[in-house]
């Protein structure tokens, strides 16, 4: 298995959800989401068991899904509920999966793995996305790439000054140390940058954009590919609650081993409200994430193809280290998983040679 599998992926914005059917491929899967007529989101599997049609061409009939092709209805557990043709008998295979699916922080969390270990207890939390003192803009983009690629962009942000020159790092960016630490399973990269001007997406935000400026970011990495950011500026000597400030949420999910699912958000506390940032932050997701990182990602992507990135021993040097900390976390709950479901696996032939 290339991906981990018992874990909580980022489906999707909560609000994108309605009673449309909505259909997503997740780690090669396809899945099906909705919600049931009391605003649940649910998913299941987006595929007919009877002649494969895709279940989101069909409609809901009250809380089923209704197949396109031949009528067959289903419930929010996968299970054919209705079956429209002679004696309505309902055949075992009739079945699609479901998977746990749960809404927070205006985000919609899905479980791939086995559904008896999905808890909820450990959803990574991202309060500030609907923060209602905080001004949050969100968007998303699907990305020809493997996902970790993805993740390696956000854990080393010393792309910027060179990949967003139109929104430019801030001064001393480079020069200044960056701090990489384990908490559990999550890796944390923080920087400091003491003086020089901001970069300009906060510092134009500021009385005098030209100030020298204390900036700080941190990126906070979670199983299995969440990333959260604490960045901003504040006047030398002043608190990080003096600055402007944001906390943008990162949320990548595999599509399959070669295309992902972004899911952006960034939340600040400075002019909340205020339509002409909202655009500022609008135009800099779409051109920093959309016609400078998906370029530069896709082209690596094509570049290597689906060789194992270790086989390829790629040069390191200090930046690197939060992004290899991350891909050494997930590898190895990988490993482990695979050997868990290996043992499971061979427990059930031998279980089933017996009989
Ligand atoms: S393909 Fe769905 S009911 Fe036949
Ligand atoms: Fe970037």
Redesign the pocket.
Known sequence: MPFLRNTWYAAGWADDLGRALMARTLLNERVLMYRLESGTPVAIGGV?P????PLHMGKLVGDLVE?P????RFDSSGKCAFNPHEDGKVPARAQVRSYPLVERDGILWIWMGEAKNADPLSIVSYPAVTDPELGTVKGSMHLKAHFELIVDNLMDLSHVQFLHPTFGATENFSSSHQEVTIEGQTVVSTRWIRGGKGTPLYARNLPDPTASVDSWVVVSWDVPSVCHIDVGVTLPGKTKEEGLRAWPAHLVTPETEETSHYFYAHSRNFRVGDAEVDAQIVDFQRVAFGEQDRPVIEAIQQTIGNADFWSLRPAMFSVDTASVRARRVLQQLIAEENREISAATQHESRKTAAE
Request: net charge positive; aromatic share 20%; charged share 10%.
């Open positions: 007919c009877h002649r494969f049609a197949c092709y031949h009528g067959l």
